[in-house]
């Protein structure tokens, strides 16, 4: 097994090597033959993949100790489904995993029926093939996951206790299909750069992988709040740790290139712009792999130190030169092709300035990540930059970004009047105000959450417009009924609603936020066997503190019941466990979820005659945060399922000044 499970790394990385030289042997010789070739050691390339993660996979569900990657993630006692999620546990597995998929994605790319006879397809593939001998070359003589122990341990090491969730099962894979998926579009620029296309049709074939990419950061980012949220028993879902703001940076700008590529569609503007981004997404992902590698910042999230952060740098500098080469060297092609902004007050200049936003936050979250480098470099003291920095600095970025996702949708293409801005935005203006004072006068007085939600309001009132308007001029059209016609609104055009629905979602995720972050309630109480805790509108009754033995590990858990303004609501049951083969215990929340808030029960202390101290959170409108999560993912998958995305809305052909 030894040499087989090897052999797939080392055959893997001949293959990718001879497939990319073979593939720019073709391009320069203009020999499909040689191309095709390639393409087909690509193929040979995804089955060594396939059998180095398969080989992993057993390794690990057998429990061959002789393996250290597999004593240093797993036990003997450790359920099945941990024992495979262990693959990407640590540094050489979760590589092997990110290789697994960039190569499948190169032969999904490869061998598209959309791309056949595409010239730029056999540049494609040798820019990710390229990707693809890095990470062979990490796997085979840095990271390597099939090294055998001098001595074969008894046991095994065992998998952090808080890897051992349900959000272990998905948040890695999601994430790392959003990471690589970035490497897509990054490649469709960089062969349309080399091939001196420089009008949009790298972006229509390449659309739906963005989509698909940015949604699977989404959901990455998602469920590693959830995960965070019940798990670490802290109250929060985000707390701007290094590794989070890894995978939040490139979703950040990722955001900013979906946006901005519609103005390049229609009014064949912000071309260097657009490549800018997604070099900025492509090179954002790899710097995440370098911070979460490396060691330099201290992370909940982070590998054990090591060198191969060093390595990632490296690889990351030589492709944002060589891209940033390849831009410059059709910089002024790209500067002759472009168009001009007419108006200042327009519907593209509401996405330069969402833009603008979207790219500040992210320099933002970037800044305050590596500040503790950029001080212990400077002044030779780490300053650690927490939570209150990036809030600061977020939250009127967030807000800004809401108005202008409001005020976008009835902005009009090219110019908007006078006449059209009160004619469209007059109703809606008037209601957010009447809103914001209604929430005064119900005792909502923290002037950033008014002005928040007063925001949100007017988000919800204009996108509520925008499909209410659509399906009045269809049905005077076709005199369909009200569902048949927001049906078919939706479905000719799935990318404008689909947004419409991430936007809605995110104005929900805004709402949790504001709610969760202004106005929660904590308190910390010890009490006896048989008395009460009382907060806001909740009493528990603290019934039982009694222990349980699963597996090797044991729990300490408390009974409480819940009542709600005298009425009961339910039972919780918060537990702190303690894992055999781990010092550290963990703590599993007693949780009550509604609409308004979450009430949230950690046990923290106890003594033998049954005292025991807890922590209670009150977390108001959780639960639209991650409503507004389920709202992004069903928006993302309307704008990308059966789509027809030949069919681009046709760009404005008035009179436009020709640039010189």
């Known amino acids: 097994m030894y040499l087989f499970a090897n052999a797939t790394i080392y055959v893997g990385l001949a293959l990718a090597i001879y497939s990319l030289l073979i593939i720019t042997l073709g391009i320069s010789t203009k020999n499909q033959k040689l191309i095709n070739s390639g393409k087909g050691g690509v193929i040979a390339i995804l089955v060594c993949a396939s059998m180095a993660m398969l080989s992993l996979f057993y390794l690990l569900a057998t429990s061959q100790f002789q393996y250290e990657y597999v004593s240093d993630y797993t036990s003997s006692e450790l359920p099945i489904i941990y024992k495979l999620t262990a693959l990407w546990a640590g540094n050489s597995g979760s590589l092997l995993l990110w290789t697994f998929f960039l190569v499948l994605y190169t032969v999904m790319i490869a061998f598209s029926r959309k791309m056949k006879g595409n010239p730029m397809v056999p540049y494609i593939s040798a820019i990710l093939l390229g990707n693809i001998v890095f990470f062979f070359l990490v796997l085979g003589f840095v990271a390597k996951p099939f090294v055998l122990l001098d001595q074969v341990p008894i046991e095994g090491h065992g998998l952090n206790p808080m890897l051992q969730n349900p959000g272990m099962i998905i948040h890695p894979v999601t994430l790392y299909l959003g990471y690589v998926g970035l490497a897509i579009p990054f490649a469709f620029a960089m062969a349309a750069l080399i091939l001196k296309n420089v009008d949009d049709f790298w972006i229509k074939m390449t659309r739906r992988w963005t989509i698909i990419a940015w949604l699977f950061l989404s959901l990455g980012n998602i469920f590693g709040g959830q995960w965070a949220y019940t798990e670490l028993g802290w109250g929060g879902y985000w707390a701007w740790d290094p590794v989070e ?154 807000l800004s970004m809401m108005f202008v996702m409001a005020v976008c949708p009835l902005l009009a293409w090219q110019k908007s009047s006078l006449k059209n801005l009160k004619k469209n935005f007059l109703i809606p203006a008037i209601l957010a105000i009447v809103a914001m004072a209604l929430m005064i006068v119900l005792g909502i007085q923290k002037a950033w959450a008014v002005i928040g939600f007063g925001v949100i309001v007017l988000l919800f009132i204009t996108h509520f417009l925008e499909f209410y308007r659509g399906v009045k001029a269809r049905r005077k059209m076709t005199k369909e009924k009200v569902y048949l016609s927001i049906y078919r609104l939706m479905t000719k055009n799935r990318r404008r609603y689909g947004g419409y629905i991430v936007h809605i979602g995110i104005a929900f995720i805004a709402m949790g936020i504001i709610g969760s972050q202004n106005y929660d309630v904590q308190t910390m109480k010890t009490v006896n066997l048989g008395d009460s805790i009382e907060v806001k509108d909740y009493r528990m009754n603290y019934e039982r503190l009694d222990q349980k033995r699963e597996g090797i590990n044991d729990i300490v858990y408390a009974e409480m019941t819940v009542f709600r303004n005298g009425k009961r609501i339910g039972n919780i049951q918060p537990e702190k466990v303690f894992y055999g083969n781990w010092d550290q215990p963990s703590s599993e929340v007693g949780l009550i979820s509604s609409l308004k808030e979450d009430l949230y029960v950690v046990l923290s202390d106890w003594e033998d005659d049954g005292k025991a101290t807890f922590i209670v959170k009150i977390n108001p409108m959780m639960t639209w945060l991650w409503i507004g999560s389920f709202m992004i993912v069903i928006g993302s998958l309307f704008a990308v399922w059966n789509g027809k995305y030949q069919n681009i809305t046709p760009r404005y052909t008035g009179v436009r000044k020709e640039v010189s």
């Open 245 to 398: 703001n890894a995978s939040f940076m490139p979703w950040l700008t990722a955001t900013a290139f979906l946006h901005s590529v519609m103005i390049q569609e229609r009014k064949n503007m912000l071309k260097i712009w657009n490549i800018g981004l997604i070099i900025t997404s492509y090179a954002l992902t790899l710097f995440g792999t370098f911070l979460v590698r490396s060691g330099v910042l201290t992370s909940v999230h982070a590998f054990a130190n090591s060198n191969l952060g060093l390595y990632f740098l490296i690889f990351m500098g030589i492709a944002v030169i060589g891209a940033l080469y390849v831009l410059m060297s059709r910089y002024n092609l790209l500067k002759r092709s472009a168009g001009e902004f007419n108006s200042y007050i327009s519907k593209e200049s509401s996405f330069l300035i969402n833009n603008l936003l979207l790219v500040g936050a992210a320099f933002g979250v970037f800044w305050g990540t590596v500040f503790p480098l950029v001080s212990e470099a400077v002044r030779g003291t780490k300053v650690t930059v927490g939570m209150p920095f990036f809030n600061t600095v977020q939250a009127p970025i967030l």
